[in-house]
C-alpha cells in the first residue's frame, strides 16, 4: 500500500511537469495566451483517463500530453488545437461525447475531435476497401479543417517514438503504414522535420539490421566528417562576419533512412555517399524584403571561396515549392574534393522548412484565405476523391502518387501558370486543362518545337496541346501520366469503351469455372492471376475478353497441381502423431516470433512465391486463410502492402539456425566465347559443391542467357556464388531472381 503511494506521487509529479512543459512552450510562442482553456483540457482529460495505462505502463494523460506538445512546438499550432490534442483520445476510449466536448469547450474543439476520432482505428483496416474508405475519410476532414490532420500528424509521431513497447508485429503494421501514406503526407504538408523523423523510425523497425549497421558507420566516420566541416566552414564564417551579418550555421547529417535509401537505389556502398552532410545557414532579418539579397549576397561569398557545381543551383525563393518550402541551395566543392550542399534561408524559412505551414500562418494573422499553393493542392485531392477508383488499391496508389510528387513548373502560352509532378509529359498538361483536351491530344508544342505526347515536360517549358476530333484514348497513355488527376480520367474513359469487353470475359471465366467444376475462392483467382501474370480480377476480364489470354487445358494442370501439394500438406499436418492421439492444427500467436524450422515447411508455413526468401534473407510472415505462414522477403512490394492492409496477420519470423535446403534461381548474362559454359558450370560444381537443380541456357549471337536453380542452405552461399561466377571472363551480368 505504501509502495503505491509513492508510486502515485512521483507519477503525479511527472505528469505535472510533463503538461507546464506544454504550457511553457505555448507561452513563448507567438500564440495569444489562452492559458485557462488549455488548463481545463488538460484537466478533463486527465480525469477521463484515469486510471488508464498505455501498452508502455506508464499513465495514459501523458500520451496526449506529448501530441499536445508537438502540435505546439514542433508544428507551431495555437490553443484551439492544444485543446484537440489534450482530448484527442476522449470521445473514442472513454464514456463523454462529441456533445459533452462541445459544451465544456465549444463548437471548434469539439470537431476537430470528431474527425480525429472519425479516422481513428489506423486509416488502414483489415481490407482493402475498408483502408481506401477510411483514407478518404482522413482527406475529407483534412480538407474541412487541415488542423485535423496535423494532429492526425502528431499523433501518429508520438506512437512511432513510443513503438518500442509494442509487439513485433504490431510495430511492422504502424512502420508500414507510417511509410506508406503518413510520411509522404507529412512531406506534403511540408512538415519537413517530422517526415523525416517518421520515416527513420519506420525504417529502424522495418529493417533494424541495416538500420543499426548504418549508425554504426556513421559513428564511425564522423571524426574525419567533423574535420573536413571545419575546415570548409571557417573561411565562410570569417566572411560572414566581416559582412555583420547575424545568423546561426550548422551541419545537416543526412537521415539513416535516406542514407539506405540512396545506398540502395545506387547500389553503393556507405563509403561512396558524399553527400551525408550539408551546411545550413540561418540568417535573422527582420525586413522580409531584404531577405531574397542576403542569401544572395551569403551565396556570392560562398562560391567566391569555393568552386561553384554548375547545375546543382536551386532557387526556392523566387518560385516557392508547393509545400511551402523556400530557400537558396548550391552544391560546392568542399576541402576534400568532395561536393557539399550549402542551403541558405532567413530565420521566417526556417520555420515554414521545419514545421510546414502551420508555422506561416502565425506569420500571417489576418488574412486566411488566400490562394495558397496548399489550398491548390487540396482541391487536387478532392478532385481524386469525388472520381474514385473502382479498385481500393489502385486509388491509393493514384494518392500516393499525389503525396510523392515532386514538381515542375511550366506555362501555357497565355502565360499561365502550371504546378505538376516531376516527370509529366504535354499529355498531363492536356488532361491538366481539360478532360476532353486529353482525351483527344495527339501531340504538343514545348517551346514552339513539336514533341510527341509522351514527351516529359522540364521546369519552365512554355506547353502549348495539339489535339485532334479523331483521336481516341489509349490504355497505353497511362505508362507516361505522372498526374493522379490525367491517370483517373483516363482510366475512367477507358472502362466505359470497354465495358463490352470486360463483360465478355467475365462471361468466358464464369464458363471457364463452371466447365471445370471450380468455384472462385480467393486462392483459385490468385493463383490464375499469378499463372497468366495478371494484377486483378479486372485486367483478368479485359485480357479474356480481347482474346489476350486464354483459359485452357494448361491452366487447370497447373491449378491441380498446386491443389495437390496444400492437400498433401495438409493431411501431412493432421496425421496423428504417436504420442498424441490426433494433432490440434496449430494456432499461431501473432505476438510472438515464428520461427521457422524446415521441418515445418509445406505444413505450418510456405515460401511466398512472389518473392522466395531464403534463409538469411530479412523475413516476415503472413497469416491466409488456411492459417499458414506465408513468408516474404522484407523489402517485397506485395510484402508491403500486406503489412499496411492486413497489419492483423502478420507475425515477425525469423530463420531456424538449420533451415534446411532452399531452392535460389540466379540469372547470368555475358559474351558467348567458346569454353565459358563449360568453365561455368565446372565453376558451380566442383569449385563450391553445390547442387545445381536446373539449368537453362539460351544464346542469341553473341549473348548468352543461363537461369540456373541451385539448392542451398542460406542466402550468404547465393553471394558467395554471384561474386565467383562474376569473375569469370566474359560474364556481364548475375543476380539473383529468386
Ligand atoms: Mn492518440
Same mark, same amino acid.
Given at each position: ?23 511553457e512552450?505555448y ?114 476532414t ?84 567533423t ?12 566572411k ?12 545537416r ?6 542514407i ?24 535573422d ?22 568552386r ?47 514545421k ?30 469525388d ?122 471465366f ?31 476480364y ?8 486464354? =483459359? #485452357?487445358?494448361?491452366?487447370?494442370? *497447373?491449378?491441380?497441381? $498446386?491443389?495437390?501439394?496444400?492437400l /498433401? &500438406?495438409?493431411?501431412? @499436418? ?9 494433432q ?86 555475358? =559474351? #558467348?566465347?567458346?569454353?565459358?559454359? *563449360?568453365?561455368?558450370? $565446372?565453376m558451380?560444381?566442383?569449385? /563450391? &559443391?553445390?547442387?545445381? @537443380? ?11 542467357s ?33
Amino acid at each position: 500500500m505504501e509502495q503505491y503511494k509513492i508510486d502515485h506521487q512521483a507519477e503525479e509529479t511527472m505528469i505535472e511537469a510533463a503538461f507546464q512543459e506544454v504550457l511553457e512552450g505555448y507561452l513563448a510562442s507567438n500564440h495569444r495566451k489562452k492559458v485557462e482553456i488549455i488548463t481545463r483540457a488538460y484537466k478533463f482529460a486527465k480525469e477521463a483517463h484515469k486510471g488508464v495505462r498505455r501498452q508502455s505502463g506508464e499513465p495514459y494523460i501523458l500520451h496526449p500530453i506529448a501530441v499536445a506538445k508537438i502540435a505546439s512546438q514542433e508544428i507551431g499550432l495555437g490553443s484551439t488545437s492544444i485543446c484537440a490534442a489534450l482530448l484527442h483520445d476522449v470521445v473514442e476510449d472513454t464514456d463523454y461525447t462529441i456533445e459533452d466536448l462541445e459544451q465544456h469547450f465549444g463548437k471548434k474543439i469539439a470537431q476537430i475531435v470528431a474527425g480525429l476520432t472519425k479516422i481513428s482505428g489506423g486509416i488502414f483496416g483489415d481490407k482493402a476497401s475498408v483502408q481506401a474508405e477510411n483514407f478518404r475519410k482522413l482527406l475529407l476532414t483534412m480538407s474541412e479543417d487541415i488542423r485535423v490532420v496535423l494532429l492526425k500528424m502528431a499523433d501518429r509521431l508520438h506512437n512511432m517514438r513510443t513503438l518500442g513497447s509494442l509487439a513485433p508485429n504490431k510495430q511492422y503494421k504502424i512502420a508500414g503504414e507510417t511509410l506508406y501514406i503518413y510520411a509522404p503526407l507529412a512531406h506534403r504538408l511540408g512538415l519537413f522535420s517530422i517526415k523525416s523523423e517518421l520515416e527513420d523510425l519506420s525504417f529502424k523497425y522495418e529493417h533494424p539490421v541495416a538500420y543499426s549497421r548504418i549508425r554504426e558507420l556513421i559513428k564511425e566516420s564522423e571524426a574525419h566528417r567533423t574535420e573536413i566541416y571545419k575546415k570548409f566552414s571557417t573561411p565562410i564564417h570569417q566572411k560572414l562576419k566581416e559582412l555583420g551579418l547575424k545568423y546561426e550555421a550548422k551541419a545537416r547529417m543526412k537521415t539513416v533512412y535516406s542514407i539506405w535509401n540512396k545506398m540502395e537505389k545506387k547500389q553503393v556502398p556507405f563509403e561512396e555517399i558524399y553527400d551525408i552532410y550539408a551546411m545550413r545557414i540561418i540568417f535573422d532579418c527582420d525586413d522580409p524584403d531584404k531577405e531574397k539579397l542576403t542569401c544572395w549576397n551569403i551565396y556570392s561569398i560562398i562560391t567566391d571561396l569555393y568552386r561553384l557545381h554548375p547545375d546543382r543551383t536551386r532557387d526556392w525563393i523566387s518560385v516557392p515549392k508547393a509545400n511551402g518550402y523556400q530557400a537558396l541551395h548550391i552544391t560546392v566543392m568542399g576541402p576534400d574534393g568532395n561536393w557539399i550542399e550549402v542551403q541558405i534561408r532567413s530565420r521566417r524559412m526556417d520555420e515554414i522548412a521545419e514545421k510546414g505551414f502551420a508555422a506561416h500562418w502565425k506569420y500571417k494573422i489576418g488574412d486566411g484565405d488566400e490562394e495558397s499553393e496548399l489550398n491548390v493542392w487540396l482541391r487536387t485531392i478532392k478532385d481524386i476523391l469525388d472520381n474514385p477508383e473502382p479498385s481500393a488499391i489502385d486509388f491509393l496508389d493514384t494518392l500516393k502518387l499525389n503525396l510523392f510528387a515532386s514538381e515542375i513548373v511550366v506555362f501555357t502560352p497565355k502565360g499561365e501558370l502550371l504546378t505538376l509532378p516531376n516527370n509529366s509529359t504535354v499529355l498531363d498538361v492536356a488532361f491538366e486543362l481539360h478532360s476532353q483536351l486529353g482525351l483527344h491530344c495527339i501531340a504538343g508544342k514545348v517551346n514552339h518545337k513539336l514533341v510527341p505526347l509522351s514527351h516529359k515536360l522540364k521546369s519552365g517549358d512554355q506547353v502549348e496541346v495539339l489535339t485532334s476530333n479523331t483521336q481516341q484514348p489509349k490504355a497505353e497513355w497511362v505508362n507516361f501520366l505522372a498526374t493522379a488527376k490525367a491517370k483517373t480520367r483516363l482510366r475512367a474513359a477507358l472502362r466505359k469503351s470497354q465495358q463490352p469487353i470486360i463483360t465478355e470475359g467475365k462471361k468466358m471465366f464464369v464458363e471457364f469455372l463452371q466447365k471445370h467444376n471450380l468455384v472462385a475462392t480467393n486462392e483459385v483467382v490468385t493463383k490464375i492471376l499469378g499463372i497468366l501474370h495478371l494484377s486483378n480480377k479486372e485486367e483478368l476480364y479485359l485480357a479474356l475478353g480481347a482474346n489476350e489470354v486464354a =483459359l #485452357d487445358d494448361n491452366i487447370v494442370k *497447373q491449378l491441380s497441381r $498446386q491443389d495437390s501439394q496444400s492437400l /498433401l &500438406s495438409k493431411i501431412f @499436418r493432421r496425421k496423428p502423431s504417436k504420442l498424441v492421439e490426433v494433432q490440434e492444427p496449430i494456432v499461431i500467436d501473432t505476438k510472438e516470433t515464428y520461427i521457422l524450422k524446415h521441418d515445418d515447411r509445406g505444413a505450418n508455413f510456405k515460401i511466398a512465391d512472389c518473392c522466395c526468401p531464403i534463409p538469411g534473407d530479412e523475413v516476415l510472415g503472413f497469416i491466409d486463410e488456411n492459417n499458414e505462414v506465408v513468408v516474404h522477403a522484407l523489402d517485397c512490394p506485395r510484402a508491403s502492402v500486406l503489412k499496411a492492409g492486413y497489419g492483423s496477420s502478420i507475425v515477425s519470423t525469423q530463420w531456424d539456425i538449420s533451415s534446411g535446403k532452399f531452392l535460389a534461381t540466379i540469372q547470368i548474362e555475358g =559474351l #558467348d566465347r567458346f569454353g565459358i559454359l *563449360q568453365e561455368l558450370i $565446372q565453376m558451380i560444381s566442383t569449385n /563450391l &559443391s553445390i547442387d545445381i @537443380r536446373k539449368l537453362n541456357i539460351e544464346a542469341h549471337e553473341e549473348v548468352f542467357s543461363c537461369e540456373l536453380v541451385v539448392l542451398i542452405e542460406d542466402s550468404q552461399v547465393v553471394t558467395d556464388l554471384c561474386n565467383k561466377v562474376k569473375k569469370i571472363n566474359g560474364v556481364k551480368k548475375v543476380s539473383r531472381v529468386y
